[in-house]
């Protein structure tokens, strides 16, 4: 986990990360954790143009580290500069999906196959199922007959899937030419549900048929998920602009990858400061609204309960002759509690969020790093009191990025020191 966080007013955007990462392995059958406190999540993206980038959720991209696609682009980059902000994050993603230098056509096959290879087990599993079975071991001794008919109901069902927005036929079509006859080479030996039975290896082809629509479908559901935030201006923006894309990483040769609407933010001359979370976001959230998010989805659902159980008692207080059916009753309960909703969050936003995004547009630009780090420090001390954890922690960084001092960093931890290597700044330089 991380916790990250940019504040925007009219003047510039603070970027602010921790440095903790959590390592998981299996040891003796149990999934063990480590956490570590030098991640880098916060870079310069250009070193001419006033943009940065942070990453969260997974710290790669297909086994290469974030870190080496984002310093590369900076390098490949170099004085070369846009009108939008929007241009650098387009031209980033397209240095990443063509970079074979980085991820080759051999290693992105790879993945192609391991994404395959945890969907082969997930189909033997729907086959079990159909089959009642425990165990996909217990396949290897169930009648042919059986098996096929399994098999041909795990291809309705796969059939009548839908495909996610970010996946399409072609994406099937591609993987199929890519993979299906290595697929169907080695799956009478390897594959569970075969087992090296002969009589079962005329329907390799239907399998691996179904594997490769199956792996396409669920491709956005086991996929490492990463957070990429793109921040600061274009030559032609005099005010910042946030951009969140959600990158789910290669399907084969193309890299999926999606802007996420509800955190990207644009500011203009009229528009209240942003403050915006990612990742762990408790405290901030909290800081933010003046209330708990989970304590006002608990009052929220408290008060569904309370309304029914009151309009029942009212019912047989009253003595109604013809009482309010259940349905009846639950459409007046859910019109009272959206209304009751509606106006605590109208207080929130007045009392809360409204004067807080003033105040930033008003804020030096050290105090608005000041209050970067601090609320990354409160959702840190938040995670170190309340769980058996460290998944955010560490030295927190901390940059500043406005139209034309561009990108500054306030904090930046290093894992050498400074005085010992002056020749790392003149190199930078």
């Known amino acids: 986990m991380t916790a990250e966080i940019a504040i925007m007013s009219r003047t510039a955007v603070v970027l ?7 390592v998981t392995s ?25 943009v940065g980038l942070m990453i969260f959720g997974s710290a790669g991209l297909n086994t290469v580290p974030w870190e080496l696609y984002i310093k590369s682009f900076r390098e490949d980059l170099g004085i070369e500069q846009f009108d939008k902000l929007q241009t650098y994050s387009e031209k980033f993603f397209e240095f990443v999906q063509h970079n074979d230098k ?48 399994a098999l041909q109901r795990a291809e309705a ?32 030996q390897s594959i569970q549900i075969f087992a090296q039975n002969a009589e079962r290896t ?3 082809s239907s399998f691996v048929s179904a594997l490769i629509k199956l792996a396409v479908k669920q491709f956005l559901d086991y996929a490492s998920l990463t957070g990429v935030v793109v921040a600061g201006y274009g030559k032609e923006e005099y005010f910042p602009a946030l951009e969140v894309y959600d990158c789910y990483g290669f399907l084969g040769e193309r890299l999926i990858v999606r802007k996420n609407d509800n955190d990207s933010k644009t500011m203009d001359a ?22 708990s ?12 309960t309370a309304l029914k159980e009151m309009g029942q008692k009212v019912m047989n207080a009253c003595g109604a002759q013809n009482p309010l059916s259940e349905q009846e009753l639950m459409t007046i309960m859910e019109e009272t509690r959206e209304s009751h909703a509606d106006r605590w969050y109208e207080q929130i936003r007045n009392q809360h969020v409204f004067p807080l995004s003033n105040i930033i547009n008003s804020l030096p630009l050290p105090d608005m790093a000041g209050l970067a780090r601090s609320l990354i420090e409160l959702e840190s001390l938040k995670e170190r009191v309340t769980r058996p954890s460290e998944s955010v922690s560490g030295p927190i960084d901390v940059a500043v990025i406005s139209k034309h001092d561009g990108f500054v960093w306030i904090d930046r931890k290093h894992y050498f020191k400074p005085e010992l290597n002056p020749r790392f700044f003149k190199r930078a330089e």
């Open 102 to 149: 980085l991820f080759s056509k051999a290693s992105k096959k790879e993945a192609l196959l391991r994404l395959l290879g945890g969907a082969s087990h997930r189909l033997q599993l729907m086959i079990a199922s159909y089959l009642e079975l425990r165990a996909i071991e217990e396949l290897a001794q169930s009648p042919l007959q059986d098996i096929e008919e």
């Open 26 to 50: 299996w040891k003796n059958g149990e999934l063990e954790k480590r956490y570590f406190k030098g991640a880098n999540k916060l870079y310069e993206l250009s070193r001419q143009a006033p």
């Open 293 to 304: 998010p989970d304590v006002f989805e608990a009052v929220y659902a408290s008060s569904s």
């Open 270 to 291: 009229s528009t209240p400061a942003v403050i915006q979370p990612f990742a762990t976001t408790h405290m901030i959230d909290t800081f933010r609204m003046g209330v």
């Open 16 to 22: 602010a990360a921790d440095s903790a990462t959590t």
């Open 157 to 188: 069902d796969i059939e009548n899937m839908p495909l996610p927005d970010l996946v399409t036929d072609a994406d099937i079509a591609s993987a199929a030419s890519e993979a299906a006859a290595d697929l169907e080479e080695v799956a009478p």
């Open 202 to 204: 005329h329907l390799v």
